[in-house]
């Protein structure tokens, strides 16, 4: 029965739901130019005080995902030199789409992320 609440909230609020879901797509379309994780971000930042509950868990796991994949991204970046920067380099790039569609597919069930503070896929 909870679930079903959780999917009438999401059609209840639809403006949010598409601000939510093109971060996501703002996220994997940085794997091909790499500045629109910027923009996505300061959208979720932007947006996430005023949103429903369930939304907030979204906008808390792509704030997450962002500062994460950019940890991630300069210790890479910094120890490419080594193989273990190529290894960082090549699992952030797996990491950083498995949460995106991870997220996307949470969210276009009209469901709260169960575990927006996750490190790993989500």
């Known amino acids: 029965m909870a679930e079903a609440n959780i999917v009438s909230e999401a059609g209840d609020d639809a403006a949010e739901g598409r601000t ?6 703002l996220y994997l379309l940085n794997l091909i130019f790499g500045v629109t994780s910027f923009i996505g971000v ?12 369930w939304v907030q868990s979204h906008y808390r796991f792509q704030i997450r995902t962002f500062w ?3 940890l991630l991204g300069v210790i890479g970046a910094v120890t490419a030199a080594f193989v273990v920067g190529i290894l960082i380099l090549a699992f952030l790039f797996i990491w950083w789409i498995a949460r995106c569609v991870t997220g996307m597919r949470y ?10 503070a996750s490190w790993m896929f989500g």
């Open 68 to 70: 994460i994949g950019l």
């Open 42 to 53: 300061i959208v979720a930042y932007i947006n996430k005080g005023d949103a429903p509950e």
């Open 20 to 25: 939510a879901n093109l971060i996501y797509i």
């Open 107 to 116: 969210f276009s069930e009209g469901r709260a992320h169960p575990d927006p």
